[in-house]
């Protein structure tokens, strides 16, 4: 095998869930592609990093100055769903019933693997909340002890405030990826959600 197609196969193995047989798969599929196929999907990949960075209000992914929810005139400016990464605002968005606005942390908390609030950048939410006037904050969280442990030091951070604190009801199930909730799940999570005692 030649070189340049066994570095492709290791590199395609960085993706997550890709082994050895996929990622074989992969390099020789993107070796037959036809050039300008080929081109484009090479264009596409080695421009991301340069054009995409995180939304300074919300840090949702941009290749603007503000994402498109942040810009949109449109968006109810007094709900905000506080996720934990760019992928659940994804999952939330994808199923088009949510039109507040967003805040994506950088992880959960979890004092066991050394992720403290600061580590997600917990303060930039804070700041948020001071300065824009939400009467309503839901935490969408999976639930686990790191989600759990979120969303009450949120709640006890914020509790002093005039603003409803929500969280996303059961139908997730405990220690459940969001990644792989399906939308009813998740539809029904967001539509039921309670508010934190």
């Keep these: 095998m030649p070189d340049s197609l066994k570095k492709l196969i290791e590199s395609l193995k960085y993706l997550p869930g890709v082994g050895d047989k996929t990622a074989q798969r992969y390099a020789f599929s993107i070796l037959d592609m036809p050039k300008e196929q080929f081109d484009f999907f090479l264009d596409n990949v080695s421009n991301i990093q340069e054009k995409i960075h995180l939304c300074p209000i919300c840090n949702n992914l941009t290749e603007n100055d ?3 929810i942040c810009s949109d005139s449109l968006r109810n400016k007094e709900t905000l769903c506080v996720v934990e990464d760019v992928k659940s605002l994804f999952l939330f968005e994808s199923l088009g019933i ?3 606005v967003y805040h994506v942390l950088k992880g959960l908390i979890s ?3 050394g992720v403290n609030p600061e580590d997600i950048e917990l303060d930039k939410l804070i700041e948020r909340v001071e300065k824009e006037n939400f009467k309503e904050i839901i935490l969408a ?3 686990s002890v790191e989600g759990e442990t979120t969303a009450l030091y949120i709640k006890k951070i914020l509790g002093d405030k005039n603003i409803v604190i ?3 009801a059961s139908g997730v199930p405990i ?3 969001m990644e792989y909730m399906d939308s009813m ?4 999570a967001l539509l039921d959600r ?3 005692e």
Excluded: V
Excluded at 185 to 188: D, K, P
């Design 175 to 177: 220690g459940a990826d």
């Design 166 to 168: 929500s969280r996303i």
């Design 111 to 113: 004092p066991l693997d």
């Design 66 to 68: 503000l994402c498109s």
């Design 194 to 196: 309670k508010n934190l």
């Design 98 to 100: 949510f039109h507040g």
């Design 141 to 143: 969280f999976k639930p």
């Design 185 to 188: 799940t998740l539809e029904r």
